[in-house]
């Protein structure tokens, strides 16, 4: 009984050690406190994790956003939150899930037609380690969520970031783009077994070798687009993976998150890159906790990064 007490106790000491130490050396916060009144900001996926804690950040700084999500309910239950906490009652849900061409036309065309400006486009929503399934548009999961929906709402809204510049475009992503290889002759990885992290990190890779050529499409357009990782942060992210059994939710999930970040430390990457005023004119950069880092060799090939971008409008139809 003792040896129990005596290893439980020391098991709650390093956890709670482990809770302290993330508490209070691991957060780098977002110092700057520039305010956003006038300005109009989108953040993609909203609703929870690390897009909510920068819908909610920039609520506070008087920024009219915009939360796109898929699940309108959710949203408008975290919007009714952050509306309450921040005092900014303009804050906005609607509908867009990255999973449809149709969802992001519209969102995009509603945004066009309707919104009096655009500031800041965070191409937040993300899936990990998805199962295999196709989007409405039959493009595999992360490719198509993560990468090819934001690719298209982007090119959607560039013209009116450019009106409005200058802008800032955030697109996160994961260290896992340094694994990530591009299939071209199967970029749907359809016609080997599927393996859903080969499919995260593809799609993490595609994102890195496109941020870099949209500097190279719209040279000149005052829209800036950099590439962010938030680190390892405690979200829903894992629900595909580790969240899915009872053992891992129970045990496995809240002895990690000793380890990872809150979403709101999670959040201040992005922030930082969407505020930063010492970030002003640069483009296609990759930030890992709040500081630059140089882009892995496996994603500086312009010669992929044309070609990914040609396939990415083709099969989005962006041009029609
Ligand atoms: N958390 C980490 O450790 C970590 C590390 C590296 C990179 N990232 C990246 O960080 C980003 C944010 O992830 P998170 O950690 O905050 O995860 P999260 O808590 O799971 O949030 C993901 C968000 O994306 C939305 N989403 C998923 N599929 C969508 C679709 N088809 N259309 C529209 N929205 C969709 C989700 O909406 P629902 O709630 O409706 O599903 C949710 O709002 C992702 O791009 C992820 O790859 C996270």
Redesign the pocket.
Known sequence: MRTVTVTLTGAAGIYGGLVLYREYFVKAQYTGNEQLFGKTAIV????????KEVAHDFARRGARVIMA???MK?CEQTREKIVADSFNTNVACRE????SIESIKRFADDINQNEKSLHLLIN?????WHPSKLTKDGFEQHLG??YL?HFLLTNLLIEKLSTCSPSRIVN???PMYKRGQIDFDDLNISKKVFNPKIAYEQASLAIVLATQEFCRQYPGSGVIANCV?????R???A?HTIDKSIISRVIIGPALKAFMKT?MQ?AQGVIQCALDPQLEGQCGKYFNDMKEEAIAPNATNEKEAKRLWLISERWTRLNK
Do not use: Q
């Open positions: 993609t996926g909203a609703n929870t994790g690390i897009g999500c898929r699940d959710k867009c899930d990255l999973s937040n929503a993300g899936v990990m969520v993560n929906g996160v992503t994961s990782n938030p680190g390892i942060t979200t829903e992210i629900r979403p999670g």
